[in-house]
């Protein structure tokens, strides 16, 4: 039987990759900074720093996951060479030892933020240009360098929308998400008239996660990129309604009212980042349900309204 090796096994989704593959009775090694790792799973305690030796950790026939790497665009912002590093650098490091030890295959989790699609448009893997924020840029490099890579074993990338569901180990952003989903649910009772927003793709954890292995076993793909998401969009007005039971109605008029006095100053961050909320970001997972046999089953609405 295959040996699964999660390289970030103690983060969001790497805990529960590696819960998942050890509850269908997988041998499965997880690997991170962590002194623990998940429960049930064999576990390699790894700082991955830039004057890391890298160790000996894999073996002949391992599916490699890589689920590590710096998720915060604004730690990436503030340490633009540390994400170059975990998000580029560091997983074709990776690679090349993993190869050499002759592993079946290596799957790389990247996100769709390594690709600006035009406004609008629903985008597949090969809509857009390479992003140019330090997040998304790191990414992208990480993806381009690990393709260019001469590598013997199968090696896919696969791009996940936003993710939601609440995975072991995330009590604390669970809570955020929660406090968060209060507020949006109070605004919605009040206010039914609200800022319009761009609609988003989003993808539950559970299906990811279905995505991600069924990825690593197949021997039909290899460099494959992979967009995994929901059939379905979701803007402000939408989430509110969910959350709140009541309907709820978004304005472009309203938005452009409150955000006319900050649009002079898009150059700070955290402005950027609101002004980018008008903006749509629509993600096709077309391609993924064409080569594997997956589907996505969650939806965002239906989570939103458990939740709320």
Not at 56 to 83: K, M, N
Not at 152 to 162: D, E, G, V, W
Request: glycine share 10%; with cysteine.
């Amino acid at each position: 039987m295959a040996r699964w090796v999660v390289v970030g096994g103690t983060g969001y989704i790497g805990e529960a990759l590696c819960l998942r593959l050890q509850s269908d009775g997988q041998q499965v090694l997880s690997v991170s900074r962590a002194l623990d790792g998940p429960v049930g799973c064999e576990h390699h305690t790894l700082e991955l720093s830039l004057d890391s030796d890298f160790p000996q950790i894999f073996q002949a026939g391992d599916r490699v996951i890589y689920a590590a790497g710096l998720a915060s665009r604004a730690e990436c912002e503030r340490h633009p060479d540390l994400a170059r590093w975990l998000n580029s650098d560091c997983p074709v490091e990776l690679l090349r030892r993993a190869d050499a030890a002759g592993v079946e295959s290596f799957t790389y989790l990247s996100s769709v933020k390594a690709m600006c699609p035009p406004r609008g448009v629903l985008a597949n893997e090969d809509v857009g240009a390479p992003a140019t924020d330090h997040y998304g840029r790191s990414k992208w490099q990480g993806e381009q360098q690990l393709l260019l890579a001469d590598s013997r074993c199968r090696l896919n990338i696969i791009r996940p929308a936003s993710v939601y569901g609440e995975g072991p180990g995330g009590a604390e952003s669970a809570g955020r998400a929660r406090r968060w989903q209060a507020v949006l649910g109070t605004i919605g009772r009040l206010a039914p008239l609200l800022p319009a927003s761009g609609r988003r793709s989003f993808i539950c954890l559970h299906d990811l996660l279905e995505a991600i292995c069924l990825l690593a076993q197949s021997t039909d793909c290899n460099r494959q990129v992979l967009i995994a998401a929901e059939p379905t969009f979701y803007d402000l007005a939408g989430i509110v309604s969910a959350i709140s039971g009541a309907p709820a109605r978004g304005s472009r008029r309203l938005t452009r009212w409150m955000l006319a006095p900050l649009r002079p100053l898009r150059q700070l961050g955290g402005v950027r980042k609101l002004l980018e909320l008008e903006q749509s970001e629509l993600y096709s997972a077309a391609r993924l349900r064409a080569l594997l046999p997956w589907r996505a089953q969650g939806r965002y609405s239906e989570f939103l309204r458990g939740a709320g």
